[in-house]
């Protein structure tokens, strides 16, 4: 990777931590199409748009309003990312990569990461939430491909533990906790922006997902390779192609986002809770 790129990752930390004002947020959590409105939550909330950000995405996706926000949830200080740039709009891996390590370099240490998904299970329906325990990647690229960033980590990266299993306990009592339904399962990711077919949709069955997508799986190889501890869940915004007959498109992802919007607010300040208590009792 350029010399560009680690000063774009290098100036971008430094602006968010200028924003931050002296908080120190541990947890940062890329929010997914419609599950923006968490930022509202923020109290004493500061907005850095991406566009102030040196090497940051550009963003095109409705429900996706790119901005870095910086603010208290739940007595602790966030960081909330505000939108991401998909592999199916680009096939440039580089803003994504400044995104998730800027935050790294800002000082965050858990990446929360959350999707709109379509569920392969009639038990997980539209509008719950589904804890992600391990990823499929099936869009045929990864973002780590090419040359190695040595500075940001090593060139082969373990993925046993991609989503890290004691934050996904700590995810387990902060839905107890709240109250939001949480089912548990293997995210899917395809490319796009098709959705998926009916066939495609049973080959996934057959492999072992339970929800399927296209985002996440990047952010999370990314976020393990710069040593972040990575968390996530998806918001169900539809049943796989030939499971309903409803019709699929982002719309009908934005409308059902938005009706299981409170419970993926509360799961989400739950756990910042729950990590913050755990801290303090360490």
């Known amino acids: 990777m350029t010399s560009s790129h680690a000063d774009n990752v290098a ?15 541990r947890i940062a959590v890329i929010l997914g199409s419609g599950l923006g409105g968490l930022a509202d939550r923020l109290e004493n909330a500061v907005s850095v748009p991406y566009a102030d950000l040196p090497g940051f995405p550009t963003l095109t996706v409705q429900g996706h309003s790119g901005e870095v926000m910086i603010g208290t949830l739940g007595g602790a200080d966030v960081i909330a990312l505000k939108g991401r740039k998909h592999f199916y709009e680009t096939d440039d891996p580089t803003p994504l990569k400044t995104m998730i390590r800027a935050v790294k370099a800002a000082g965050a240490e858990i990446l929360f990461i959350s999707n709109a998904a379509g569920s392969l299970r009639a038990d997980i329906k539209v509008s719950e939430l589904m804890m992600i325990t391990d990823h499929i990647n099936f869009m045929g690229l990864s973002p780590l491909a090419g040359a190695n960033d040595e500075e940001f980590g090593p060139r082969f990266v373990p993925m046993s533990d991609a989503w890290d299993t004691g934050l996904q306990q700590q995810l387990r009592a902060a839905a107890q906790k709240s109250g939001a339904p949480l089912h548990e399962g293997v995210y899917m990711a395809f490319r796009g922006p098709t959705f998926e077919t009916p066939a495609e949709i049973r080959m996934a069955i057959a492999m072992g997902a339970q929800a399927v997508g296209m985002s996440s799986v990047p952010d ?63």
């Open 220 to 282: 999370c190889i990314i976020a393990r390779h710069c040593g972040l501890r990575v968390v996530g869940c998806s918001m169900i915004t539809n049943m796989g192609a030939g499971l309903s007959d409803e019709k699929l498109s982002h719309a009908h992802t934005l409308e059902n986002a938005g009706r299981g919007a409170a419970h993926f607010e509360a799961l989400v300040e739950a756990f910042v809770r729950e990590v913050a208590a755990q801290d303090a009792a360490a």
């Open 11 to 25: 100036q971008s930390a430094a602006k968010i931590r200028t924003a931050a004002a002296g908080r120190r947020p």
